[in-house]
């Protein structure tokens, strides 16, 4: 069993919707962040956060550190949306250093 | 701002040539470096780190070396490639201790033929 799992894989959602990506962890964690990847492969920082919630925009991003638990959420999804989305956990025992990588929930919004 | 380069963006090579991918920071001093190597359907695997100049922490046994020759520089080295090398290469940046915000290159993706 992966340590970081995503939920779903593969996504894919009409213009409009809204979206949610879960990412489980199973280790103690400093912090938590949620990546962007575009088809180019470039990958960008959304969040990063260690407890409650965080509003970007149209996301929003959730975290529960007893239940080891976060969700991404898409308000009003958008096809420029389409991406690929990673959840990153920094383990307690070694920090930043070695942050452990979900495998990805891999969005397509259809216009 | 911080800005971090990664090149090249994408390259072939034969199997048994060497290997350079280069990184570098701008608009930041002593930031944490990190090389990692992206296979299709998994995560990101972290292949090598370092706090300092000169001080480079392997994660896995493999095919591949990184030198930090100034504060700002990264390089992942190959002196032979082997076909299982080939995937796409990312570098990464982060503030000094503590859990820090990533900031990533572009990438390089390497195909080893």
């Known amino acids: 069993k992966n340590e970081v799992e995503q939920s779903p894989q593969n996504l894919t959602a009409q213009e409009g919707e809204f979206i949610t990506i879960n990412c489980s962890y199973s280790v103690g964690i400093s912090a938590l962040h949620w990546l962007q990847q575009h088809p180019g492969g470039g990958i960008v920082s959304l969040f990063m956060?260690?407890?409650g919630k965080k509003k970007h925009g149209r996301l929003i991003a959730t975290i529960n550190i007893q239940e080891k638990h976060s969700s991404l959420h898409i308000t009003a999804s958008h096809p420029r949306d389409s991406a690929v989305y990673i959840c990153?956990?920094?383990?307690?025992?070694?920090?930043?250093?070695?942050?452990?990588f979900g495998t990805g929930t891999r969005l397509k919004v259809l216009a | 701002s911080q800005t971090i380069h990664q090149w090249p963006a994408t390259l072939v090579q034969p199997v048994g040539s060497p290997l350079s991918l280069e990184c570098t920071v701008e608009g930041t001093s002593n930031p944490n470096l990190y090389w990692y190597r992206q296979a299709a359907g998994r995560g990101l695997q972290l292949l090598f780190y370092?706090?300092?100049?000169?001080?480079i922490s392997s994660e896995v046994p493999q095919n591949l070396s990184a030198s930090r020759p100034q504060d700002r520089q990264f390089i992942l080295s190959s002196k032979k490639l082997l076909l299982s090398d080939s995937g796409f290469y990312l570098c990464?940046?982060?503030?000094?201790?503590?859990?820090?915000?990533?900031?990533f290159g572009a990438g390089s993706r390497l195909t080893v033929l």
């Open positions: 990153a956990v920094a383990p307690l025992t070694s920090g930043t250093y070695k942050y452990i």
């Open positions: 956060l260690s407890s």
């Open positions: 370092s706090v300092g100049i000169g001080q």
């Open positions: 990464a940046w982060s503030r000094g201790s503590g859990a820090n915000v990533l900031t």
